[in-house]
């Protein structure tokens, strides 16, 4: 992680994801491990950005631990959250409060 940049956090070494430490908008440059990435939505304070590209099915780690599964690639820099992660643990709701269910591809 860069310390250059204070706007956002990384909370152990291990971990794919970084924190939001004020709210990022999109097209707005941050430096993740020392490499810019222009982000490509809105990140609120608090919420995760992935710091190197996570593919779909491999675990996301926040805090040294894992905190759920990537649903779909997630590129570097992309807000992670809700719609491309799914947690091992919990469901995971929409906003119309139904669970989001993972469907087998066809």
């Given at each position: 992680?860069?310390?250059?940049?204070?706007?956002?956090?990384?909370?152990?070494?291990?971990?794919?994801?970084?924190?939001?430490?004020?709210?990022?908008?999109?097209?707005?440059?941050?430096?993740?491990?020392?490499?810019?990435?222009?982000?490509?939505?809105?990140?609120?304070?608090?919420?995760?950005?992935?710091?190197?590209?996570?593919?779909?099915?491999?675990?996301?780690?926040?805090?040294?631990?894992?905190i759920g599964?990537?649903?779909?690639?997630?590129?570097?820099?992309?807000?992670?959250?809700?719609?491309?992660?799914?947690?091992?643990?919990?469901?995971?709701?929409?906003?119309?409060?139904?669970?989001?269910v993972e469907?087998?591809?066809?």
């Amino acid at each position: 992680m860069d310390a250059g940049d204070r706007r956002i956090l990384v909370l152990d070494p291990q971990d794919n994801v970084a924190v939001a430490c004020v709210d990022l908008t999109a097209g707005e440059r941050v430096i993740i491990d020392g490499a810019p990435v222009v982000l490509e939505r809105d990140v609120p304070t608090g919420h995760k950005l992935a710091r190197r590209a996570i593919a779909a099915g491999a675990v996301v780690l926040k805090y040294g631990a894992p905190i759920g599964r990537a649903r779909v690639d997630i590129a570097p820099g992309a807000y992670v959250h809700t719609h491309n992660l799914k947690s091992d643990y919990i469901p995971t709701w929409d906003r119309e409060g139904k669970e989001m269910v993972e469907t087998p591809e066809t």
